[in-house]
């Protein structure tokens, strides 16, 4: 039952800049940090920005991240054919007391 | 360099219990800054998180799971536990354990491959 919502698909062609968004409500991402997750099919997901805006270590910085009140967004600029698969937002959420996943943005390289 | 695997069951019958063990090798479950946690993946759908261990044995559940299921650790074999009591088709799903590390406000930093559980008679 995810409480954070994103658009089921994003794409774009190579080098261009794409934009994921993630509402939740003010129990989880106005209140808690949203990270993000990118996923390649059959493997696991792999954290590519933590505290809403932070990259950690080896992720390019082509990847960035913003927040605005119960909003978040994941930006991908020159895009790049390795940059497909499906990418998942994630907060606490001070209601339920856990975590909560968003539905989930397939990207595509055109 | 840490990793994480799983292992366990990958096929229950309806109203049995799951159990799964997630190895941890190159670094101690005991490590400070970092929590435990195990997430699940039905298949074709999105994450779910299932919950959290902390360093102390504190756990908090997911609230749709919460009556069914619990996570321990074990620092003398350096592994993390999952247990889910009563199974149903639903429960069918590739299971992941994953490091939290607290300093990067919860953020899961480290997955292991997953493991899939088939829930069938």
């Known amino acids: 039952q995810s409480v954070l919502n994103q658009p089921p698909s994003a794409s774009g062609t190579p080098g261009q800049r794409v934009t994921i968004s993630c509402s939740g409500s003010?129990?989880?991402?106005?209140?808690?940090?949203v990270k993000w997750y990118q996923q390649f099919p059959g493997t696991a997901p792999k954290l590519v920005i933590y505290s809403d805006n932070q990259r950690p270590s080896g992720v390019p910085d082509r990847f960035s991240g913003s927040k605005s009140g119960t909003s978040a967004s994941l930006a991908i600029s020159g895009l790049q054919s390795e940059d497909e698969g499906d990418f998942y937002c994630?907060?606490?959420?001070?209601?339920?007391?856990?975590?909560?996943f968003g539905t989930g943005t397939r990207v595509t390289v055109l | 360099q840490l990793q994480l695997q799983e292992s366990g069951s990958g096929l229950v019958k309806p109203s049995q219990t799951l159990s799964l063990t997630c190895a941890v090798s190159?670094?101690?479950?005991?490590?400070?800054?970092?929590?435990w946690s195990w997430i699940r993946q039905p298949p074709g759908k999105g994450l779910e998180w299932i919950g959290f261990?902390?360093?102390?044995?504190?756990?908090y559940y997911n609230p749709s799971l919460k009556s069914r299921v619990t996570i321990s650790a074990d620092r003398s074999k350096n592994q993390l536990s999952l247990r889910l009591t009563s199974v149903a088709a639903a429960d069918t799903a590739v299971y992941f354990c994953a490091r939290v590390d607290l300093e990067m406000g919860r953020a899961f930093d480290l997955w292991g491959h997953g493991t899939m559980v088939t829930v069938s008679s």
């Open positions: 261990i902390y360093q102390r044995g504190t756990t």
């Open positions: 003010s129990s989880n991402i106005g209140s808690n940090s």
């Open positions: 994630e907060a606490w959420d001070d209601s339920l007391s856990g975590c909560v």
């Open positions: 190159g670094g101690s479950i005991a490590g400070g800054g970092y929590s």
